[in-house]
């Protein structure tokens, strides 16, 4: 869900100038799991620009305050949120931790890095949600711990209709500072693509697994 419009439009042309969104629907990406995309989101990459960080931190601790208040504990999905969601933290000066994958094989064997105390309210960052498969592993983890998950904030969303079911059978709350729809209207507004390839782009989103171009 976009709490603020105008957030998601500034946040969509900021990732494009920057290209950690980069659009080509002429000659399209290949993801890891082998889709053809047109698309492809690299969020990691707004840590080297610090305007751009210092937006998206603030919006983030911005959306934060006015959706929970002050959680006890921030936490990042790692390892792509880690980053981002430090500076959020550290902005509202509470305490960090990140969840692995999955624990490691070695050492003290954690899923979650930092201090959880049990009972604890938790917001959870997240840079990127496609299917959200990843980003709800990472719920898992947290109220196994027996955290208190009050939602989580992402940067960005393709906005398929199978992370949208993921959330809602998981009962977790999902906003983004912008999506698919707000990047597809800032990047015709901003002359990035062309309507043809606006529509390319929208049709590549109903099917993303077996979309061809």
């Not at 959706?67 to 430090?86: N, W």
């Not at 009962?171 to 597809?184: A, K, R, V």
Request: hydrophobic share 40%; net charge negative; aromatic share 8%.
């Amino acid at each position: 869900m976009i709490l603020n419009k105008e957030t998601a439009r500034t946040t969509a042309e900021l990732l494009l100038q920057i290209k950690a969104i980069k659009l080509d629907a002429q000659e399209p990406f290949t993801w890891a799991s082998g889709w053809k995309s047109p698309i492809y989101c690299d969020n990691r990459i707004v840590l080297s620009y610090p305007p751009i960080r210092n937006h998206i931190r603030e919006q983030f601790a911005r959306q934060v305050e006015e959706l929970y208040g002050k959680p006890d504990v921030i936490a990042a999905v790692a390892t792509g949120a880690i980053g981002i969601g430090m500076l959020v933290a550290e902005i509202l000066s509470l305490p960090f931790i990140y969840v692995r994958p999955e624990a490691k094989s070695h050492g003290r064997k954690n899923q979650i890095e930092g201090n959880l105390t049990e009972g604890q309210s938790v917001v959870v960052i997240e840079d990127l949600i496609s299917t959200g498969n990843s980003s709800l592993n990472a719920v898992k983890a947290l109220k196994e711990a027996n955290a208190n998950v009050k939602g989580m904030l992402a940067i960005f969303t393709y906005g398929f209709k199978t992370a949208d079911e993921n959330f809602e059978k998981a009962g977790i709350e999902l906003h983004t500072l912008s999506d698919y729809d707000f990047l597809l209207e800032t990047a015709q507004r901003t002359n990035y693509i062309n309507a043809a390839e606006a529509d390319l782009l929208r049709e590549w989103r109903q099917d993303p697994a077996n979309w061809k171009k």
